[in-house]
Structure formats: C-alpha cells, structure tokens
C-alpha cells in the first residue's frame, strides 16, 4: 500500500473503528489496559523527561505512557494520520501531551531533543526500508542518555498458538496490507534492525508467551 492510500485508509476508515477492534482483540490478554501497561513494564520514567511518540495513532498507547510518566514529562506524538489523531486529542491524558501530524521517519525534531522515543505498534505495517528509517529517525532525536523503546508484534514459538493469532488478529483476511510487511520484520528480526539502524544496547523482552515484545535500546 503506497503512502497516499495508507494515509487515506486510516484518515478515513481505521480511525473510525480502530479503538473498538483493539479493546476486543485485547480482550483474551486481560483487556487494553492490562495489555498497555505490561507492554511498558520495564520502561522507567524520571522527572522532567521529554518523551516522543512516533505512530502515536489513536493515542492508545500514549495514554498508558502518561499514566506511567504521570507529572514526570511531557509527550509529544506524531502520527502520518490526520483521523488518528483526531481521536487521540478527545483523550485526557496525565501530563502534558500534544500532538503533530507529520512522517515519522523525517521528524521536524532537533537531533538530542528527547529523553525517550517510543514506536508504538507500527513497525510490522512498514517495509523494510521505512522500518529502518523509522529506528534510525529514533536514534536521530533521542539524546546521548536516552532510550528508544519499541513496542511491537511478535512471532510466538509455538506452531498452534501462531495459527491462533492469526486467526484472532485477522492475519487470514484476504489483501491485509500488513502481512508481507509483518512476515518480513520477523524474517530480519527486529532487534536485528534495531541494530543495524545504529542502536546499541539492543534489550528484548518477550510477553504474552512470544506474542508481543517490548525492545528497548540506547543511542
């Protein structure tokens, strides 16, 4: 799916549902909740942080990592989506969230500028080479002390649970745009890229018996 459609599919049709499919397919992890704030767990906030969130969306996430930082920072989300984020400024967040519509692997940020830059489940959706650009745009902003955190599908070892999320998350639905993209995240391995784009300090944690994985990585 090349940019314009992508851009019109989620302005115009996922931002309208998008919200509702998640907290039902959430449903068999504990719920949305349960599932944002184990996806974070092993992420630390300290006061006065600058926070970016790349692929923010419909600011589910960015909720959860503001409940997390609390009055500890403040969040800036940028998402290619208009629609998105539409439904992301009608949330109340717990600290200071704003939110700029815009390509997230050519940010309008400084180089240094972040304490942490989050890519919240977005990664899968995105060729190769924007994935790259994507995790090297991360590395770009964040400071020297930093750290990216990327939250993100994974391939679970076990064959039958692996038909089990497929079917649950949809994968068999005829011309889903994510599959060859998804598919080939797993084939290169996303701690792998993480690396190449020139993260270092490359950290996986695993959840949900391989569902899901949090990476979290230094400049």
């Known amino acids: 799916m090349n940019k314009e459609r992508y851009k019109w599919f989620y302005d115009h049709v996922q931002s ?3 919200n509702l499919m998640i907290k039902w397919i959430l449903l068999p992890f504990g719920g949305e909740a349960k599932w944002r704030r184990r996806m974070i767990e092993r992420v630390s906030f300290r006061a006065g942080e600058k926070i970016l969130e790349m692929c923010c969306g419909t600011g589910g996430a960015t909720l959860y990592i503001s409940e997390k930082a609390k009055d500890k920072g403040e969040i800036i989300g940028v998402d290619l989506s208009s629609g998105q ?3 992301a400024k009608e949330r109340t967040y717990f600290c200071p969230t704003h939110f700029i519509e815009g390509d997230v692997t050519r940010t309008v940020c ?3 500028s972040f304490d942490k830059v989050f890519v919240t489940h977005a990664i899968h959706e995105m060729p190769r080479e924007l994935r790259l650009k994507t995790l090297r745009e991360a590395r770009r902003v964040v400071k020297q002390d930093g750290e ?3 939250l993100e599908l994974d391939n679970p070892p076990n064959l039958f649970l692996r ?3 497929g079917f ?3 994968y068999w639905l005829p011309g ?3 599959t060859p993209t998804r598919r080939d995240m797993f084939k290169h391995g996303l701690v792998n ?3 190449e784009a020139g993260l270092t300090n490359v950290r996986k944690y695993s959840a949900y018996k391989g569902i899901f994985q949090t990476v979290i990585a230094a400049k």
């Open 16 to 18: 309208r549902y998008y």
């Open 148 to 150: 990216v955190v990327v």
């Open 176 to 178: 889903n745009f994510e």
């Open 168 to 170: 649950w998350f949809f």
């Open 163 to 165: 038909l089990l999320i």
């Open 85 to 87: 984020l539409s439904r």
């Open 110 to 112: 400084d180089d240094n």
């Open 193 to 195: 890229e993480a690396k």
